[in-house]
């Protein structure tokens, strides 16, 4: 078995890092590389295994160097005949061919046999129907996690023998490494809006990753991770990317398997009782857990025992306090007991977030201006576990009035800054996002940041998009147009995953859709959708946005046979069911001679 070779001992591995000169120990020039690893062994053609990540009883993550010098992450499951083995290769194939910003990229996969060598493609398709069928089979009593109920045909590879390599994208470090470096440094979490942020980025990827948008006929199925927390959620440069799907199951699919492997602090209910059957809000659950956990520097129980921990998931009774009470009603809601109580989707659960802490910033505004008639923890969201999720009225009058209370006191600040003629502060910026004032903010950052271009266009793309996620549409013109015209200088900003085309493409969506944008805004809608399909190219995952802008500023511009004709361009390369069914209902209404008036 694999299990008996001699491990290296882990203080080897720091000298191998990413950037060092490798050099093969000795021990691992007599053998082939097979698991365990050595550092410096080439596990692939290409790819040679610089410094261990991190182990487990079945497997290893290494960060390694790929072809051309690039920088992966390799993970390794042996013996994947146990059916713990199995299931993490149907996990594989579940979401292998899911792409998506947030979501850390698969590179390749690879099987090999217990003699070192790459399964070829007869032996690949054997092995895979093989490993798929271990799902549910039983084990011998005296070889616990073995799946002894699948064959082996004479001469095929035996399943115990098979390892699975996996190259993906390498991360910068997991959330739970950034909230140990603020502990440390005496913070005692991480920074709300820098948190807020990262969670909406997490939302993003689960929701496409919970609703099937990238699966076709039969199976488009949604999927369920089943294993978020801070510990798989990745800094690639100042955006979270999600990773290890091991656990990941198409909705509706049963874990007939142990759930040992889950982390139970982090599990929703669901997982960790009856026929552990994810529902679709599971992965709220623990994304709740989650940002709970990183905003106070806590879990939610009061005994970190396993027992108390599952009591306090079934009952419903995890800790709370030590969130802001506006918060920790929204938090509530999503770690409902029952999955239909839940919200809507993740996203909606961060954007109820990030309004409850706007609100509980306005109360501190009021607090410091000494007006406190009104309790600071009436500022909630009114967002309750109890039913359909309405908010009563008589809180959400008094959340308007704080804010509205605030926001007064904001402009005012702002009043003098301007009449003055002094430069804004940051503190004046700020003030002005958390109270939801995004197109006022980007121009007190505009004078904060003056000349640093890269760093104005990243601030006023998140003001854009927190105003977009706030259902501010009138906020996100101002702003895009200021990016316009930050890209249209020489050289531009220069911001990691935002380009021109991004800017223009989404400006020219507003000023297409949005009815307050007013007439003039038809022809400039025009250009810009007219630039932006320039600028996509052939790429087809540009194009197809590019073409649907195109086709709603045609329409804005009563070009009705023009926005059919570029909307069925857009129809015929959709990327996947949902953005095709998008295009379908605008044509719909470009055939109805009605331009599309939702952004």
Request: charged letters at 25%; hydrophobic letters at 45%.
């Given at each position: ?40 062994e080439v596990i692939l053609p290409g ?200 656990l990941a199951r198409a909705q509706g ?287 087809t995952t540009l194009l197809p946005q ?54």
């Amino acid at each position: 078995m694999h299990g008996d070779k001699p491990r290296p001992h882990d203080a080897d591995t720091s000298a191998f890092d990413a950037e060092a000169t490798m050099a093969v120990p000795a021990a691992a020039l007599a053998r082939i590389p097979v698991y365990p690893y050595y550092p410096g062994e080439v596990i692939l053609p290409g790819y040679r295994l610089n410094k261990r990540l991190g182990s487990g009883g079945f497997g290893e993550v290494w960060r390694a160097t790929a072809p051309g010098g690039m920088g992966v992450a390799i993970k390794i499951l042996a013996n994947l005949g146990r059916v713990q083995g199995g299931r993490e290769y149907r996990a594989l194939q579940t979401i292998k061919n899911i792409r998506h910003a947030h979501i850390v990229p698969i590179f390749g996969v690879w099987l090999k046999s217990g003699d070192g060598r790459v399964l070829d493609e007869a032996e690949l398709l054997d092995a895979e129907q093989r490993l798929l069928a271990v799902r549910g089979a039983q084990r011998k009593p005296d070889q616990p996690g073995l799946a002894a109920t699948v064959d082996t045909p004479t001469g095929a590879v035996q399943l115990e023998s098979l390892e699975l390599v996996i190259a993906m994208g390498l991360g910068d470090q997991t959330l739970t490494d950034r909230l140990r470096e603020h502990t440390k440094a005496g913070d005692q979490a991480i920074p709300v809006a820098t948190l807020l942020d990262w969670m909406h980025q997490g939302a993003l990827a689960l929701d496409h990753f919970n609703s099937g948008s990238r699966r076709r006929g039969e199976n488009a199925t949604a999927v369920q991770h089943c294993d978020i927390k801070p510990q798989n959620m990745l800094l690639v440069g100042d955006a979270v990317q999600v990773c290890d799907f091991g656990l990941a199951r198409a909705q509706g699919e049963v874990r007939a398997t142990s759930n040992t492997m889950a982390s139970l602090a982090y599990a929703a209910p669901e997982m960790v009782s009856g026929t552990r059957d994810p529902a679709v809000t599971t992965d709220q659950y623990s994304l709740a857990v989650t940002y709970l956990e990183l905003r106070t520097g806590h879990l939610p129980y009061a005994d970190l025992s396993p027992g108390d921990i599952l009591r306090a998931k079934l009952d419903g009774t995890l800790d709370l306090g030590r969130l802001p009470e506006s918060e920790a009603d929204v938090v509530r809601r999503a770690v409902a007991v029952d999955p239909a109580l839940r919200w809507p989707s993740c996203v909606e659960f961060v954007r109820a977030l990030r309004a409850a802490a706007h609100a509980d910033h306005g109360a501190a505004l009021i607090a410091r201006g000494g007006l406190t008639d009104v309790p600071a923890a009436q500022a909630a969201s009114g967002a309750t576990a109890h039913g359909s999720g309405t908010v009563d009225r008589r809180r959400r009058l008094v959340t308007a009035g704080l804010v509205g209370i605030a926001t007064l006191g904001v402009s005012l600040g702002l009043l003098v800054w301007r009449n003055d003629s002094t430069p804004p502060t940051r503190e004046v910026a700020k003030s002005l996002e958390q109270a939801a004032r995004f197109a006022e903010a980007g121009d007190a950052y505009a004078g904060v940041l003056g000349g640093r271009k890269a760093e104005l266009a990243a601030v006023l793309w998140d003001l854009q998009t927190q105003a977009a996620d706030a259902d501010h549409t009138a906020d996100c013109i101002p702003l895009l147009r200021r990016l316009e015209k930050l890209y249209a200088e020489t050289p531009p900003p220069q911001v990691r995953g935002l380009a021109r085309w991004d800017v223009v493409n989404s400006l020219a969506w507003y000023l297409s859709t949005d009815p307050a944008a007013g007439g003039a805004a038809a022809s400039d809608a025009r250009r810009l959708a007219a630039e932006g399909l320039t600028l996509a190219g052939d790429d087809t995952t540009l194009l197809p946005q590019a073409l649907d802008t195109a086709a709603a500023a045609a329409a804005r511009n009563g070009l009705f046979d023009e926005a059919i004709a570029q909307i069925e361009r857009a129809i015929a390369i959709a990327p996947d069911d949902t953005a095709r069914a998008d295009f379908e209902r605008r044509r719909a209404s470009y055939r109805a001679r009605r331009a599309w008036s939702s952004p």
